[in-house]
């Protein structure tokens, strides 16, 4: 079992900040992937951002430039830094995990999403 805690989601203003933690925990023996992926009302769930193990990050072409990701792999955490914050960037954010367990198993995980509103 492995679990994602998520935090830093909340209410800010277009054109301010947030900074977004997934914490993982659990049967986890290596982390090749963590990431944020976010839904907004009556769309899919979309990438918005991931990094490797090795440090090599993707970015949603609507986020490039803005946000930010980082891990600290001793933690089993990663983060994103959200600047520049538009209303269009309103949505749940979920972590996502792929790894392998104790057992060598390949496993994909989700975080129970936090909410981000972008509003004046």
């Known amino acids: 079992q492995v679990q994602l805690v998520e935090s830093g989601g909340g209410l800010v203003q277009p054109g301010g900040s947030l900074r977004l933690s997934c914490a993982a925990s659990g049967n986890i023996r290596s982390i090749s992937v963590m990431g944020w992926f976010r839904q907004a009302v009556g769309k899919p769930r979309d990438l918005v951002a991931i990094?490797?193990?090795?440090?090599?990050?993707t970015y949603a072409n609507s986020v490039k430039g803005r946000f930010t990701i980082s891990r600290d792999g001793a933690k089993n955490t990663v983060y994103l830094q959200m600047n520049s914050l538009k209303p269009e960037d309103t949505a749940v954010y979920y972590c996502?995990?792929?790894?392998?367990?104790?057992?060598?198993?390949?496993?994909?995980?989700w975080g129970q999403g936090t909410q981000v509103t972008v509003s004046s």
């Open positions: 996502n995990l792929r790894a392998e367990d104790l057992l060598q198993r390949s496993m994909i995980s």
């Open positions: 990094i490797t193990s090795g440090g090599a990050t």
